[in-house]
């Protein structure tokens, strides 16, 4: 990390981290879900089922790091270790991974706040969104499948990050953002999540399972009022 990512992170509340891992290692991620999804459904974590709506037929897959030791390696890399802890001042831990297939014509992801969802607590957040979680409204379902929306605050407006394969983007959880459709007729736009909390936090959902950078279950108090990443309308689209 440069002086002007840590910069960027405690101003913005966002941070860029270009080409931290090589195309090499993006393809064979990309080819390890490819092949998940080709297996069949994996309950708890994975089901694809028949449908008019992309995102039923290619959901995003919760917690794969349980389940793939790719995943697993991934999401524990040294590399994102050490810009964690550079960026949050201390040791962290990994709570959740997700993989977005996000297939042509799939919705996006209405603006929001992930911390509203993991409610870490005490806030790790160092960055210059200090205002704690706003009040969520609903949102557009033609465009969300989530139904929690968070206007931006007053004066500001949503910002576009381009990134290529290899790129990271480091962000506080309590940053407004989402993402939009993608209106590719032919092209994915997959991505692979990992939320982390310092290692002060105490209490966290319990849908996070929290485990060190080393691999070890870290077990935290339940905090109150979480849930998982994006509360999902029901299915959209004909069957």
């Known amino acids: 990390m440069s002086a ?95 993989f977005y297939f996000k297939p042509p014509g799939a919705r996006g992801q209405a603006l929001h706040q992930d911390n509203f969802y993991l409610r870490a607590e005490p806030g790790t957040c160092v960055a210059a969104w200090r205002d704690g979680l706003f009040c969520p409204e609903e949102a557009d379902a033609g465009v969300s499948f989530a139904r929690e929306y968070v206007p931006p605050p007053p004066g500001l407006s949503a910002v576009p990050v381009d990134m290529a394969p290899g790129d990271v983007l480091f962000f506080n959880g309590s940053l407004v953002h989402g993402s939009q459709p993608n209106r590719s007729a032919v092209r994915f736009r997959r991505s692979f999540i990992g939320h982390y909390v310092g290692r002060s936090a105490e209490r966290v959902g319990r849908f996070y399972r929290t485990i060190s950078m080393s691999g070890e279950r870290v077990a935290l108090a339940e905090s109150a009022g979480a849930g998982p990443c994006g509360t999902e309308f029901a299915p959209h689209g004909p069957h």
């Open 4 to 98: 002007t990512n840590i910069g960027a992170f405690e101003e913005a509340g966002f941070t860029v981290a270009r080409g931290l891992f090589g195309h090499d290692e993006i393809e064979r991620l990309r080819a390890e879900f490819a092949a998940m999804h080709a297996s069949g459904p994996v309950p708890g974590h994975f089901e694809p089922r028949t449908s008019g709506d992309p995102l039923r037929t290619h959901p995003r897959v919760m917690h794969p790091h349980e389940i793939n030791p790719l995943a697993l390696r991934f999401l524990l890399d040294p590399r994102l270790r050490s810009v964690l802890e550079t960026l949050l001042g201390e040791a962290v831990l990994a709570a959740q991974s997700m």
